[in-house]
């Protein structure tokens, strides 16, 4: 019986797969035939995820959740089905499974190819996001589908990366803000509350933030709806 798992940096990005509140770094089976890695933001934490996984017996990986345009043409809410990642190395994507997933998706999700980059650090300004384009090749960035790529094929095994855009290339997620967010994506509210009685976030960035995370796990729920059969069987509520 072929397992996919399926690995995800964020609890919000697993949410657009299951209701249920996930434990945070450990294996978790969904039902028969998928399981899931909730592992934090960056590489190392994606890389021990998709080992875990490997480790556990999974015969396809997959990266899971949301990205920043690198692309101009490219907004909120589309998605982006790379051909090939790039991060040290450069890996290509199971294409014939890519293929699968597309051809269940509706017509109203743009989708977008070509390369996905992963950085090792969050890209917070236009001109960073062009000229690390420029050296990578890349329409799109997040930062972790590199390593879970680079385990995929050490392991033999199939890898595709399924991506939604929240920042548009104009605009990035302010350097202070990642201090509010835990590893998990969730927000320390507190600090986040510090952060905006000292001015060092705008409440009109995070008002955009907002509705651009709203569209990209529209996009990961439509994902999800149609080509359920592509993650590895149709997913149902578990409590």
Avoid at 11 to 26: G, S
Avoid at 113 to 122: D, H, K, N, P
């Amino acid at each position: 019986m072929s397992l996919v798992g399926i690995v995800t940096a964020m609890r919000a990005e697993a949410k657009c797969i299951t209701p249920r509140r996930l434990p945070f770094n450990e294996m978790v089976h969904l039902r028969e035939g998928t399981a899931i890695w909730v592992c934090g933001m960056g590489s190392k934490a994606a890389r021990q995820a998709a080992a875990g996984l490997r480790d556990r017996g999974v015969s396809a990986l997959m990266s899971f959740g949301v990205a920043g345009a690198l692309d101009e043409t490219l907004r909120p809410g589309d998605l982006v089905l790379p051909e090939r990642i790039h991060a040290e190395y450069s890996h290509p994507v199971a294409l014939e499974w890519r293929a699968r997933i597309m051809q269940h998706l509706p017509e109203h999700v743009k989708i977008a190819g070509g390369t996905l980059a992963t950085s090792q650090q969050v890209l917070t300004s236009e001109a960073e996001k062009r000229e690390f384009s420029a050296k990578n090749g890349a329409c799109a960035v997040d930062m972790e589908s590199g390593a879970i790529a680079e385990i995929a094929a050490n392991a033999g095994i199939p890898f595709v990366a399924v991506r939604a855009i929240t920042d548009p290339l104009e605009f990035s997620p302010p350097p202070t803000l990642m201090g509010a967010v835990y590893p998990d994506g969730s927000v320390n509210v507190p600090h986040l509350l510090t952060l905006i009685l000292r001015r060092s976030v705008n409440v009109s960035t995070l008002l955009r933030l907002a509705p651009s995370m709203r569209a990209a796990c529209a996009t990961l729920l439509s994902v999800v709806k149609h080509a359920d059969i592509e993650l590895g069987g149709t997913f149902l509520p578990q409590y």
